[in-house]
């Protein structure tokens, strides 16, 4: 709802507790009506912060009466907008960079995945690789991360991946990950959560606690009726699993979580990726208000596959999950995922020999599964929106960039035309985390120094390992392998699929 400006005596009474508080002046602001339920468009509009909160928002310039040292930021011809939400990522994967970039899902598995990576990070690995991959993701506007966090391969890498959350300033749903690694007993993971969990090192901070796990289908259930009942017993931000059917063999349904009693709580349950969703496990997400996670660019560069999540994005919002093979901006998943369900619907009326007359999604509706959507998945309405009462996650766009320059439609504007290096301003809680272009971390320099140590060495390592030979039967479900076709975009012999220059 948006309201006329305020007299200066009512503002004073609401603001006289204020600290801190900043105005962005002037900008095309893309805030959310709670009336409709929808995005309204603000154009020379303000937004006032006051600590970490919106103020309030104006359908005008403000020029009433500022609380005392408000810092006035002048967005004049530039977008302002919610933070983005990432509902799906791993954050310590930052140092595989450019390594997995021909992979696929199995052999990520063989190859990246958490169980055969144990032991080839030492925490203070975890920690940088975390770290600047979270800087990585303030860098490009996403300022809430769903972390699926399986570097829990001990107490000291547990630790590791949790201060560099709390130390990156980004807004973190950390899910400390019980998994069957070697080295590290499930009892063991559960007296580190506990640890974690009764300690006061979350307080005031913009991460909080959750859980990931992919042990909820059939065959481990005094191991998960535990991870459910520690759920239960510390209320955590999140519960998170990898959802992946058909011949992935992942399982963890909804179908699954449901028979568990777990979907009808008050703890929001993420399904990543949900590939070969069914119908009944779609309607349990809408009965429950649980939600998926499309990972758009994850599911086609490893051809695991989302064939009907266009069908249920009332219950749906985006994520990124192995950044280091490809783009780490929401935007960028958008974008693919909005072009990949007009493709999908287009194809559906053209194969009965129909010619579409329309358009089946809007940009609206990826923008809002790029914001609003994930702050409902995490049952937080205060996140991924610009409106009154909302936590200050703001983004702001240089309007005047080649890439954006004549831009109309807000909307269209950054969902169709935008990149990363067009974003001027971000802030998590208020406090800017990029000004001007530029990350605000004292002496980001020696984390990028500390990190390319870290990255070399992993690299080296890695690419010292054999690659996987994947033949016969897949481990997982018992389907068998099978050579996917070759492109060839080389006349004559060979197909020119070239090599990986490492």
């Known amino acids: 709802m948006f309201r006329p400006l305020l007299s200066v005596a009512a503002f004073a009474a609401t603001l006289a507790a204020a600290t801190t508080s900043t105005l962005l002046s002037g900008g095309t602001v893309i805030a959310f009506d709670s009336d409709t339920d929808n995005l309204r468009v603000l154009r020379n509009g303000s937004v006032l912060i006051v600590n970490d909160t919106i103020e309030d928002v104006f359908a005008e310039s403000y020029s009433g009466t500022l609380p005392s040292g408000t810092e006035i930021i002048d967005a004049t011809g530039d977008i302002i907008t919610p933070g983005f939400i990432d509902t799906h990522r791993h954050g310590w994967q ?23 990576v144990d032991g080839g990070y030492s ?28 570097h829990t391969w001990s107490n000291k890498t547990a630790d590791a991946g949790l201060n560099a959350s709390i130390d990156s300033g980004a807004r973190v749903f950390w899910c400390y990950t019980f998994h069957n690694v070697s080295n590290f007993p499930h009892t063991e993971q559960v007296a580190k959560f506990k640890d ?59 179908e699954n979580l449901n028979n568990l009693g777990i979907l009808n709580t008050s703890i929001p349950v993420i399904f990543s990726h949900a590939s070969f969703l069914t119908p009944e496990g779609a309607e349990l997400l809408r009965n429950t208000n649980q939600y998926v996670s499309i990972t758009p660019e994850s599911e086609m560069h490893y051809g695991h596959d989302h064939p009907h999540n266009h069908l249920v994005q009332d219950q749906a919002a985006l994520g990124i999950d192995t950044h280091f093979t490809y783009s780490t901006d929401v935007i ?169 220059y490492l």
């Open 196 to 254: 974690i969990a009764d300690s006061d090192r979350l307080n005031g901070k913009a991460t909080s606690l959750g859980i990931a796990y992919d042990g909820f289908h059939p065959g481990s259930a005094r191991q998960t009726e535990e991870v459910i009942s520690l759920a239960r017993k510390y209320n955590v931000s999140a519960i998170t699993a990898h959802s992946l059917q058909g011949v992935w063999g992942v399982i963890n349904s909804p």
């Open 332 to 500: 960028t998943q958008a974008r693919l995922w909005l072009q990949y369900t007009r493709l999908t619907l287009y194809r559906w009326l053209l194969q009965n020999w129909h010619v579409p007359s329309n358009s089946p999604m809007t940009v609206n509706q990826a923008f809002m599964l790029a914001t609003r959507n994930g702050g409902l998945a995490l049952r937080r309405p205060d996140l991924g929106v610009i409106a009154k009462g909302a936590k200050a996650d703001i983004v702001v766009w240089d309007g005047m960039t080649p890439g954006m320059l004549g831009w109309d439609d807000p909307v269209a504007a950054i969902i169709l035309h935008s990149n990363v290096g067009d974003i001027k301003h971000v802030l998590v809680d208020g406090k800017f985390v990029k000004r001007d272009r530029k990350l605000t971390v004292e002496n980001y320099s020696s984390v990028q120094q500390r990190f390319l140590v870290t990255a070399r060495k992993v690299q080296a390592e890695w690419k010292q390992r054999p690659y996987p030979v994947l033949e016969g039967k897949y481990s997982l479900s018992d389907y068998q392998y099978e050579r996917v076709p070759y492109v060839d975009t080389v006349r004559g012999d060979g197909n020119g699929y070239g090599h990986q």
């Open 94 to 116: 930052t140092a595989f960079k450019t390594l997995g970039s021909n992979t696929s899902l199995a052999e990520y598995f063989e190859r990246y995945g958490e169980f055969v």
């Open 123 to 150: 925490a203070d690995d975890v920690y940088i690789s975390q770290l600047a991959g979270l800087y990585e993701a303030l860098n490009a506007g996403v300022t809430t991360i769903l972390d699926h966090a399986h």
